[in-house]
Every structure is written in C-alpha cells, then in structure tokens.
C-alpha cells in the first residue's frame, strides 16, 4: 500500500475522532506541581504539534520550588492514543526508522552500553522503551553473551525481534508487566523513555521491581536547564510536544531513585549530549511556516500546487538546515562544558 493510500484508508477514522472537541483528550490542569505537590507554578511556554501537525495547544509549566517541567494539562490515555498514533509506527515508521537508525545514533547507542563495562557482564538486559530495537543491537555488540529483552507499547518492538534485535519482545506498559518480571534482569536500561511515561516515579518502581538485587539501572533523558531549552524556546527539540509529559532536573531525578530503593553511581552530560538543537530548531521552524503535507487527521489534502510549492521551499531551505547541522556539531565541544547539553544520564545500582 503506497503512502496515499494509507493516509486515504486512515482520514475517516481521524475525522471520526475530530468530530467532538480535542478536550477530551486532556486530564483537567493541575494547580500543583505533580512532583513536589508546590502550587508555585509558572508557565514555561506555550507550543502546537510541530512534527505531525496534528490540532491542538500544549502548554509546559514549570515548578518554581523544585524545577520539575511538564505539560499541563497532560494527554489522557485517549490523548496519548491519538497523538502517538502513526508517529513512531504506521505512517511514521519509516521516519521513526531513519532517525533512530542512523550511524550516529548506532555509534551513541555503542557508548552508552561500553560505559557498563566497568561494573557488569549481564546475563539479561531489558530495554525500556526500545522502539525498533536500535539500543539492544549496539548493546549485543558491547556484550555478545547477554540475552536482550525489549519493551514497549507499539508495535515496532515486534519488528524489533522480528529483525532479531533483540531476544524476546514484550509489548505492554511496564508498569503492568513489571510484577511478572521480578528479580530477571542484570541491566534495565530507559533512553529516552522516561520523559513520555505519565508518572515517572512508577517507572523507577518498575524498574527496582524487575532487577535483581544489585542490579543496574541506566537512564537517559533531557535536560530542561539547557542553556539551548532557553535560546531557543518553542523551537527545542527536546520539549517534543505532545509526547514529552515530563521533564525533570538532574537532581529531581537523583532523589527520586534514592527514595525508589537506588544507589546513584554516576551522572554524565557531556556524552548524553546529541548535538541536533540549531538544525532541529531550523526543521521545526520550517515545517511551521511552509504550506503542510497531506496527512489523514486533516480534513482535507492540500492541492496539487501547495505539494508541490512545499517541495520546492523544502529543497531550498536545505543549505540553511546543513549549515545549522554544522554548527551544531562545530559547537557541540563548547557545548558539551557549557551548560548547553541538551540531555544527562545516570546509572544507579539496585540496594
């Protein structure tokens, strides 16, 4: 099926689901920081759908007290199925794929894993949120003997042992299959996951639930204090609205492991740091202004002449996309010392 077509066996279902007002979707706004309960709240910014273009404002509030950002109000489960739907599977697969496929993301995947080396030769590794299995096949390279399990909710951790990317595939919420996984993995690894989960407290549970005693636990995730997050407003990538529902400071992020049952061993920004901010932003801004693409959850296609005027502008709007790319990577040593980073990892052992 060509790509026009699906989008053409998808836009009734989209139109059904257009038909009542996109409030729905939402829990009702918090008065309160869901972190640490303070009613010190500050509106950080206010952002659409700047990838799929789907409708809808979301709003990022930040706590005054403790620094915790997220969106408020959060999507509901019926949201998070409707903003989610065809952005990472069906429609969005093949984007999904290139992006987190890519050579460089491979290479940054391989790092992560050779940073355990020191401290462990797993048996069993479960990665959390492993999409299409990228992280567990740079992992495999690192330790060749180790089982990998992969968990997620779509359907891309199927393909993922389909491809044999890893071992076994779970597909669910952790938080649910996490009692039946007791005590089985040496490594339970988060990249990325935990800023997407509605309550990221009950992850770490999950996770100390599923490890055995003294195992470790390694967590990537973005950092709202980047200097860039600032800079740049709206248009940072990592605020990824309207999947990120939350996004906590380092230390926020410490204590909540320490009282989840953790040891914290290490915290490291520079290598966490995936220098994509200027050019990210440039793709965004774009993608804003230039005339849409055809997709289902639009009540009609654009005409023959925005399709093709959207490819043009696309075409020559490049060069400014490469040259940000370069200073991005130009800038990435600086940034990487300077309060630019754009993510952090932690590892914390098991008690």
Same mark, same amino acid.
């Given at each position: 099926?060509?790509?026009?077509?699906?989008?053409?066996?998808?836009?009734?279902?989209?139109?059904?689901? %257009?038909?009542?007002?996109?409030?729905?979707?939402?829990?009702?706004?918090?008065?309160?920081?869901?972190?640490?309960?303070?009613?010190?709240?500050?509106?950080?910014?206010?952002?659409?759908?700047?990838?799929?273009?789907?409708?809808?404002?979301?709003?990022?509030?930040?706590?005054?007290?403790?620094?915790?950002?997220?969106?408020?109000?959060?999507?509901?489960?019926?949201?998070?199925?409707?903003?989610?739907?065809?952005?990472?599977? $069906? %429609?969005?697969?093949?984007?999904?794929?290139? *992006?987190?496929?890519?050579?460089?993301?491979?290479?940054?995947?391989?790092?992560?894993?050779?940073?355990?080396?020191?401290? @462990?030769?797993?048996?069993?590794?479960?990665?959390?949120?492993?999409?299409?299995?990228?992280?567990?096949?740079?992992?495999?390279?690192?330790?060749?003997?180790?089982?990998?399990?992969?968990?997620?909710? $779509?359907?891309? @951790?199927?393909?993922?042992?389909?491809?044999?990317? @890893?071992?076994?595939?779970?597909?669910?919420?952790?938080?649910?299959?996490?009692?039946?996984?007791?005590?089985?993995?040496?490594?339970?690894?988060?990249?990325?996951?935990?800023?997407?989960?509605?309550?990221?407290?009950?992850? *770490?549970?999950?996770?100390?639930?599923?490890?055995?005693?003294?195992?470790?636990?390694?967590?990537? @995730?973005?950092?709202?204090?980047?200097?860039?997050?600032?800079?740049?407003?709206?248009?940072?990538?990592?605020?990824?609205? +309207?999947?990120?529902?939350? *996004?906590?400071?380092?230390?926020?992020?410490?204590?909540?492991?320490?009282?989840?049952?953790?040891?914290?061993?290490?915290?490291?920004?520079?290598?966490?740091?995936? +220098?994509?901010?200027?050019?990210?932003?440039?793709?965004?801004? *774009?993608?804003?202004?230039?005339?849409?693409?055809?997709?289902?959850?639009?009540?009609? +296609?654009?005409?023959?002449? &925005?399709?093709?005027?959207?490819?043009?502008?696309?075409?020559?709007?490049? +060069? &400014?996309?490469?040259?940000?790319?370069?200073?991005?990577?130009?800038?990435?040593?600086?940034?990487?010392?300077?309060?630019?980073?754009?993510?952090?990892?932690?590892?914390?052992?098991?008690?």
């Amino acid at each position: 099926m060509t790509r026009a077509e699906q989008i053409a066996a998808f836009r009734p279902r989209y139109q059904q689901d %257009l038909v009542s007002s996109i409030e729905r979707f939402f829990e009702p706004r918090r008065d309160t920081c869901p972190w640490c309960e303070s009613d010190r709240l500050r509106e950080r910014l206010r952002t659409t759908d700047l990838l799929q273009h789907k409708p809808g404002t979301f709003v990022i509030d930040r706590c005054l007290a403790c620094g915790h950002h997220f969106q408020n109000p959060q999507l509901n489960e019926l949201g998070l199925e409707f903003y989610y739907r065809d952005c990472y599977d $069906g %429609l969005g697969r093949e984007t999904a794929e290139s *992006l987190l496929g890519a050579p460089r993301s491979r290479k940054r995947h391989r790092v992560a894993a050779e940073s355990l080396r020191p401290f @462990v030769d797993p048996e069993r590794w479960l990665d959390v949120g492993t999409g299409y299995g990228y992280f567990p096949e740079a992992a495999r390279q690192v330790f060749p003997k180790s089982t990998f399990h992969g968990l997620d909710l $779509g359907e891309g @951790v199927a393909f993922a042992e389909a491809e044999g990317r @890893v071992d076994q595939a779970l597909r669910g919420l952790f938080t649910d299959l996490a009692p039946s996984l007791a005590g089985r993995y040496d490594v339970v690894s988060m990249h990325h996951y935990l800023e997407h989960t509605p309550d990221p407290r009950a992850q *770490l549970s999950a996770a100390h639930t599923a490890l055995a005693p003294g195992g470790l636990l390694q967590i990537e @995730v973005p950092d709202p204090g980047s200097a860039y997050s600032w800079m740049l407003g709206r248009w940072w990538v990592p605020w990824f609205q +309207p999947q990120h529902l939350h *996004l906590m400071p380092c230390r926020n992020l410490q204590q909540a492991l320490e009282e989840a049952g953790f040891t914290v061993m290490g915290t490291e920004r520079r290598v966490a740091h995936r +220098p994509v901010d200027l050019a990210g932003a440039v793709v965004f801004l *774009l993608s804003h202004l230039l005339p849409r693409d055809d997709a289902p959850w639009h009540a009609q +296609p654009p005409s023959a002449t &925005a399709r093709c005027m959207r490819k043009v502008l696309w075409r020559s709007s490049l +060069p &400014a996309v490469l040259a940000a790319y370069a200073l991005d990577l130009c800038f990435a040593p600086v940034a990487r010392r300077a309060g630019f980073s754009n993510a952090y990892r932690l590892l914390a052992r098991r008690n």
